[in-house]
């Protein structure tokens, strides 16, 4: 999961070449497409990995491309269309359990994914907040905590990995590494 985000992360500044000569719509739906490709398709080698980069670079894409230049409209159209679509999938069963669409991750969890996502933009759009110069430095240049947590997560196994093995109870294990993490 997290060599997925790695990947992605890296290949930003490709991906940035490529929107200064194609509509970030266009490029976005391309994405789409090839998740909906892929979903039925299994892969002999590296399926998870596969489909997994392909689902989460959309929602990157999605961030990075409309992080505060989307307008509310053309996010509650978003909204609607796939929240609608996510109650008939869990009414219907289709998207019952969600986990068989994560691992690997498939249209109907891009789908799931972007109706949260949309509807948690809606909400936080009406909420003003102060922006920070450091933050939204990281945001404009598309470093997103994906990134952050990649660095984080291989410093705290560097640093943890001869001792933590002595460590027998979980909750001290998920301590520690919660305090690391901070």
């Given at each position: 999961?997290?060599?997925?985000?790695?990947?992605?992360?890296?290949?930003?500044?490709?991906?940035?070449k490529?929107l200064?000569?194609?509509n970030?719509y266009?490029?976005?739906?391309?994405?789409?497409?090839?998740?909906?490709?892929?979903?039925?398709?299994?892969?002999?080698?590296?399926?998870l990995?596969?489909?997994?980069?392909?689902?989460?670079?959309?929602?990157?894409?999605?961030?990075?491309?409309?992080?505060?230049?989307?307008?509310?409209?053309s996010?509650?159209v978003?909204?609607f269309?796939?929240?609608?679509?996510?109650f008939y999938?869990?009414?219907s069963?289709?998207?019952?359990?969600?986990?068989?669409?994560?691992?690997?991750?498939?249209y109907?969890?891009?789908?799931?994914?972007?109706?949260?996502?949309?509807?948690?933009?809606?909400?936080l759009?009406?909420?003003?907040?102060?922006?920070y110069?450091?933050?939204?430095t990281?945001?404009?240049?598309?470093?997103?905590?994906?990134?952050y947590?990649?660095?984080?997560?291989?410093?705290?196994?560097?640093?943890?990995?001869?001792?933590?093995?002595?460590?027998?109870?979980?909750?001290?294990?998920?301590?520690?590494?919660?305090?690391?993490c901070?």
């Amino acid at each position: 999961f997290i060599s997925v985000y790695l990947i992605i992360s890296i290949s930003l500044p490709l991906q940035r070449k490529v929107l200064d000569h194609i509509n970030k719509y266009v490029y976005i739906s391309i994405w789409i497409a090839m998740v909906v490709a892929l979903s039925f398709v299994t892969f002999p080698v590296a399926n998870l990995e596969i489909k997994n980069l392909v689902v989460y670079n959309v929602f990157y894409l999605t961030g990075f491309c409309c992080y505060r230049q989307t307008g509310m409209k053309s996010t509650a159209v978003v909204a609607f269309m796939t929240v609608a679509i996510t109650f008939y999938g869990f009414l219907s069963g289709i998207m019952i359990p969600m986990q068989n669409h994560k691992f690997p991750a498939d249209y109907l969890f891009l789908i799931f994914g972007l109706a949260w996502l949309s509807t948690m933009a809606l909400i936080l759009n009406s909420i003003k907040q102060k922006r920070y110069g450091l933050l939204d430095t990281w945001n404009k240049n598309g470093y997103y905590l994906y990134l952050y947590q990649t660095i984080t997560f291989s410093t705290i196994v560097w640093i943890t990995h001869r001792w933590i093995g002595m460590v027998d109870s979980d909750i001290v294990k998920f301590s520690i590494y919660f305090a690391l993490c901070m």
